[in-house]
């Protein structure tokens, strides 16, 4: 049994949403057109049927689930840090001496995924109320899938890189026997040994951090990390401010990123999950930000692509019991707002 923690989910929510329309008003995602509500058991259970009365909906809206929670375990469990959307990893690495193409016609895989810019993997995820098992003709087209994608070198020649698919079931309140499950396989590798591939890696790298950048409003930046441009301004920083952390274990660590002052938009603009009564603290709004030494790194990454070395972070620390923080390897962070304030400047470089 997987200990599910709600907030990490919204966490994960930021990076599967990546082409949306902006709030006028927030920047932040629109909702999506339902409501997620679960029963409030301790079992992740939605409410009726699940979401939506629409097949088509319903499919497309529990495959976007599917990513989360296949983001969730890839991240906690994996230790990976790094999900860039295939479509994009494909155009970064359209010009490199790496480059992503499809192996044939057909849907294409969601992510490369990597745990540095050393090993790119490639990352099918599926939501699905319908029976799951890895024997099964459903998993089967989603093995064809996440193999559908390879990266190839300058010379035309296929390089192996590691492959998951990862698929979750929703348990459903009028299903009560049926509970929300999630299977993850590993494809089997081919005959030949793995070799880094850091190019690709390290445009996913860029990829990753620029979805980022466009959900904490950082636009300027994440057009740079698109384009190859070198971040160089200050001015990077308008529609963003540095925060402090005032407590917990994460206290006196500084992260950059904008402050979503109504927690109802902010819970309507990820999961949309009827939360119930919230607290006044809640009621005070929610922060989401990346590690402002993180945020330094990248930049100077950005400034020095043909260096060795660069694109090479270490993992953020991650302290044990966060005092309802989220904290990934990548330096995001999410919580009540009522654990931060605003402080100086960064310190530019």
Known sequence: MLDVKLLELAHCYFQAKFDWSRSPCTGLPHSPDYELGLTGDVDFRMLGDGIGADPEFKRNTSNELGKVFAIWLMTKHYGYRYFCPYGLAQRLTASESEKWTPREKGNLPDYVAGLDKNSPTILEAKGSYESIAFDNADFKQWREQARRAKL????????????????????????????TKLLAEQLPEASTPLKPAPHSGASMIRGHYAVIFDHLLLFEASSQLLSGTPIIRPQTLVNASTYECTSGPLRGRTFVGPAYVSMSDFYAATLGINWGPRSSARDGGMFYGIDATRFLEIARASRSVDRP????????????????LSLFGDGTVLGDLSHFRPSAQLAWE
């Open 152 to 179: 190839i070198d300058q010379a035309g020649a296929e390089i192996e890189v590691p492959r998951f698919v990862i698929a979750t079931r929703w348990g459903i309140a009028n299903r009560p026997r049926i509970n």
């Open 309 to 324: 070395g660069s694109w090479e972070f270490e993992p953020v620390q991650i302290p044990r019991n966060l005092d309802g």
